[in-house]
């Protein structure tokens, strides 16, 4: 019994050693993606790349979105009165309701936000406007 033991405890150690180890690398593996020092150095160049991209992407939207506006911003349109400014909200109302129950929520959601921003955007549209006409009754 005792070269069977013998085998058994050696085997245990080996083990043991294998575990250590193992547990080890582990260790280190973890701690080198827990760096962030040593991550942003060896992938800072691939964030840098997105990064650019994404801006000159950005840009270049921005930039042919301008070009396009540019015959409607040379156009002068007259000051709208309170009337059409309503009207344009209720038509707005109207179009953002036919979508139904059709839609996901999610675009619910952001069209209630954008509708809601709309309003608040057109109740001080309109009182710069009635601003505006009562500063030039005045005068």
């Known amino acids: 019994m ?7 405890q050696r085997q245990r150690e080996l083990s043991k050693q294998a575990l250590a180890t193992s547990a080890g690398r582990l260790e280190e593996r973890v701690r080198a993606e827990l760096d962030w020092k040593a991550r942003l150095r060896r992938d800072g160049p691939r964030y840098a790349a997105i990064t650019g991209g994404a801006v000159l992407l950005i840009t270049t939207i921005v930039i042919v979105r301008s070009r396009l506006r540019g015959d409607k911003a040379e156009e002068e349109t ?5 009337d059409d400014l309503v009207a344009e ?3 707005l109302r109207k179009e953002v309701k036919k979508g139904g129950d059709k ?6 959601v952001v069209l ?3 509708s809601s921003a709309a309003s608040a955007g057109g109740a001080y549209a309109a009182k710069r406007l009635v601003d505006r006409q009562e500063a030039r009754a005045e005068v």
């Open 112 to 114: 209630r936000g954008v």
């Open 78 to 82: 007259a000051p709208a009165t309170l």
């Open 2 to 8: 005792a070269p069977g033991t013998d085998e058994a």
């Open 89 to 91: 909200l209720h038509a």
């Open 103 to 108: 839609t996901p929520v999610w675009q619910k």
